[in-house]
Each structure stands twice: as structure tokens, then as C-alpha cells.
């Protein structure tokens, strides 16, 4: 079975700086995909970025970006320029398409941006 | 108007009761979930459906039940509320095939208290 870890419960961070959000999976499939959902204190889940695992290349989605390191089953989240907005628990989800498309999520990380 | 709508948001109810989650959403996708949230826990997978005549357990669907009343609604039942099923409930969708991302879209969740 697939797990999900993500081993800092929480973070914290100056605004305008860099913070990193690490996730770790374990499976034995070779196609699947990764996932960073932000859960704001609205509690609305808002996905931040995805990943395919079939891509060497790290997704970017303007101050995010990702570390995917496949060998190592590594998906961490890279947040520049930290806004306070960025305040929120994050999720790290895997998701294996061909074992019926259910996504399997970390146990989470919250980050706080401080002025 | 929300793609994806949970009723109700908030709901306190006590222990042996019967609770109803509904969910229905406007974006046509095929495939609907039920996830729980728990602090520490992340999200776990209640049930979830790939079309109307297809439901599946999943890894916590002891004391749930749902029905697909069409595609656009899947209901989550509780049929005698324990404590221990206090948490924030939600709804979420995608669509399946090789159209699909695999992208969840949430709803807007419904936080359950059972006294």
C-alpha cells in the first residue's frame, strides 16, 4: 500500500523569505502523480501544485516550485517570497491512477508566514 | 455558486443520532469521494464512487454509509453517530479517464461535532 509522510508537523517562516516543506511516499508503482494542496483557515482545499511522475522536470507554479527526486521518493515544496497569505496547513498526496484513482494524503505541515 | 456544495457546513449532533452529509456538484465529473480530516491525520478516504452503480470502500468506512443518487450527488450517512466520528467531512471530485488530471475539487467541507 502507498503511504504519504510528511514529518513536520509545523513550520514557520519570516515573510518575503524561502521556505521548504518536505514529503515523502513509498509505493512500488513507476506511474503515479504528486500533489500539494494549501488548506487556508477558511478550511476550502486549494491545489498549489502537481507532478507527474513520468517527468524529470520540476513543476513550477510561480512562487512554488517542487524537489522531485524519484530514486529517492522525495516531493518536497519550495515557497519563495513568502507572503502572509501563504499562512495554512499543507497537504503532500499521492495518487496512483491505476489502482482506482484515489489520492492517499500526508498527515499535513503548518506553515506560518510572521511580519 | 460553489462547483462542488456540502450541507450542511457546521452540524452538532448527539451520540445514536442519524446524520446525513450531502454533496452535489456542477462540474460533470464521474468520480466523487468522501474524506475525513482529523488533526495529525491528514485526510483518510471514507468511500468513493466512479459512477452511479459504483461504489467502493475506503481505508475508514466503518460506521459510513453513502449512496449515489445521480451523478451529480453522493450522500455520506452516519447511521448512529459515535464521538469518535467528530471531525471535518468532505466532499471532493474528479474526472476519471484519460481526459483526467487526476485533480481533486473540493467542497467547502462540513465540520461534524457528535456529543
Known amino acids: 500500500a502507498q503511504t504519504v509522510t510528511q514529518s513536520q508537523p509545523e513550520m514557520s517562516v519570516q515573510e518575503a523569505e524561502t521556505v521548504t516543506l518536505s514529503c515523502t511516499y513509498d509505493?512500488?508503482?513507476?506511474?503515479?502523480?504528486l500533489f500539494w494542496y494549501k488548506q487556508p483557515p477558511s478550511r476550502q482545499m486549494i491545489l498549489v501544485i502537481r507532478?507527474?511522475?513520468?517527468?524529470?522536470q520540476n513543476a513550477t507554479e510561480n512562487r512554488f516550485s517542487v524537489n522531485f527526486q524519484k530514486a529517492a521518493k522525495s516531493f518536497s515544496l519550495k515557497i519563495s517570497d513568502s507572503q502572509l497569505g501563504d499562512t495554512a496547513m499543507y497537504f503532500c498526496?499521492?495518487?496512483?491512477?491505476?489502482?482506482?484513482?484515489?489520492?492517499?494524503f500526508g498527515q499535513g505541515t503548518e506553515l506560518s508566514v510572521k511580519p | 455558486d460553489a462547483d462542488v456544495t456540502q450541507t450542511p457546513r457546521n452540524r452538532i449532533t448527539k451520540t445514536g443520532k442519524r446524520i446525513m452529509l450531502e454533496c452535489s456538484q456542477t462540474k460533470g465529473h464521474d468520480r466523487m469521494y468522501w474524506y475525513r480530516q482529523d488533526p495529525g491525520l491528514g485526510l483518510r478516504l471514507i468511500y468513493y464512487s466512479f459512477d452511479v452503480k459504483d461504489i467502493n470502500k475506503g481505508e475508514i468506512s466503518d460506521g459510513y454509509s453513502v449512496s449515489r443518487q445521480a451523478q451529480a450527488k453522493f450522500s455520506l450517512s452516519l447511521e448512529s453517530a459515535i464521538p469518535n466520528q467528530t471531525a471535518l467531512y468532505f466532499c471532493?471530485?474528479?474526472?476519471?479517464?484519460?481526459?483526467?488530471?487526476?485533480?481533486?475539487?473540493f467542497g467547502e467541507g462540513s465540520r461534524l461535532t457528535v456529543l
Open positions: 509505493t512500488s508503482e513507476n506511474n503515479y502523480y
Open positions: 498526496a499521492f495518487l496512483n491512477y491505476n489502482q482506482g484513482g484515489k489520492l492517499i
Open positions: 471532493a471530485t474528479t474526472r476519471g479517464g484519460l481526459a483526467g488530471t487526476g485533480e481533486l475539487f
Open positions: 507532478q507527474e511522475a513520468y517527468k524529470q
